[in-house]
């Protein structure tokens, strides 16, 4: 009987520790969240308007420095990158943009394919007046940035891709049904998916009062499957002849890593650098990694 009590005991106390993981991760998610969806600090927000979309951007920085678009990655949007955006800001003239569906652009009539948010990305530059800059993107925002090299490649002056991807083969899917991109294309939590991240951008649109068109925005990626996903070729590399810098997480677990790396060598004028120890996420938003990468990025531009 004893040991049945102290076994009941045990089990009790797995059970209160993992209750309050569970409820600790929450309340962290909700916390950052929050923080995350708050104005960047002396950036001003900006909208245009086209005949399907109305885009919002975000200005940061010197207008007499050289311009440099920030592209940020799947389902996320420019106030999640304050700390790089901020670094960058000492040096260039910043232009965040949230691509459609993001953040506060709304979803628009028109694909979701790259070459359309390429395109939405010159008709904001073009609207204020910026005739070429540099770009810098992290995730899906370095293939947007390769998406612009491609289609536009006279208004890339010079191109950044932060632990980021060609085609997608080089996502690394999960399998253990707590990720919400699979082999098959997008997936919401609403169906079973169970993913922190996907929980995070969540709170930080309903935090924006953005719930809803969210909410829209993943549905749409959902009936996309895999058509959302890149899908460059070897030989749609050799044609971009922008000089690219492709920086890569070492322990990165969205974006194979040696996939990264290949990149790079079908890109006819790029550099590598490699960022030791760095994840997918915490390459762009860690003080650890920070310096290193915001210092590659000035080498390379300048």
Do not use: W
Not at 195 to 221: I, P, V, W, Y
Request: hydrophobic share 35%; with cysteine.
């Amino acid at each position: 009987m004893r040991l049945k009590t102290e076994s009941c005991n045990i089990d009790m106390r797995i059970f209160l520790i993992a209750t309050f993981t569970i409820f600790l991760s929450i309340s962290c998610t909700g916390y950052f969240a929050s923080k995350a969806s708050k104005p960047i600090k002396n950036s001003e927000m900006h909208s245009i308007k086209t005949e399907d979309l109305t885009q919002y951007y975000y200005t940061l920085g010197n207008k007499n420095d050289p311009p440099l678009v920030f592209l940020h990655g799947i389902l996320a949007f420019t106030q999640a990158y304050r700390d790089i955006i901020n670094e960058l800001s000492d040096r260039y003239y910043i232009i965040g943009i949230d691509l459609r569906g993001h953040g506060r652009s709304t979803v628009g009539d028109e694909s979701f394919s790259f070459y359309q948010i390429a395109e939405d990305i010159i008709n904001v530059t073009n609207a204020i007046g910026i005739q070429e800059f540099y770009a810098v993107g992290h995730s899906a925002g370095g293939f947007v940035v390769l998406s612009i090299g491609k289609y536009f490649p006279g208004k890339l002056i010079k191109g950044v891709s932060i632990a980021s991807l060609y085609h997608y083969d080089g996502i690394d899917f999960k399998k253990n049904g707590h990720d919400y991109l699979t082999e098959n294309g997008f997936m919401d939590n609403l169906f079973g998916r169970n993913s922190l991240t996907l929980d995070f951008f969540d709170r930080a649109h309903k935090s924006m009062g953005e719930e809803e068109k969210f909410n829209q925005t993943k549905q749409l990626m959902m009936e996309y499957g895999i058509l959302l996903y890149p899908s460059f070729t070897h030989s749609d590399l050799r044609s971009i002849n922008n000089p690219i810098l492709i920086i890569v997480a070492e322990k990165d677990k969205r974006i194979k890593p040696r996939h990264t790396v290949e990149m790079s060598e079908y890109l006819p004028n790029s550099e590598l650098v490699l960022i030791s120890g760095a994840t997918h996420f915490n390459i762009v938003r860690s003080k650890k990694y920070l310096e290193d990468v915001t210092e590659h990025i000035f080498q390379f531009l300048d």
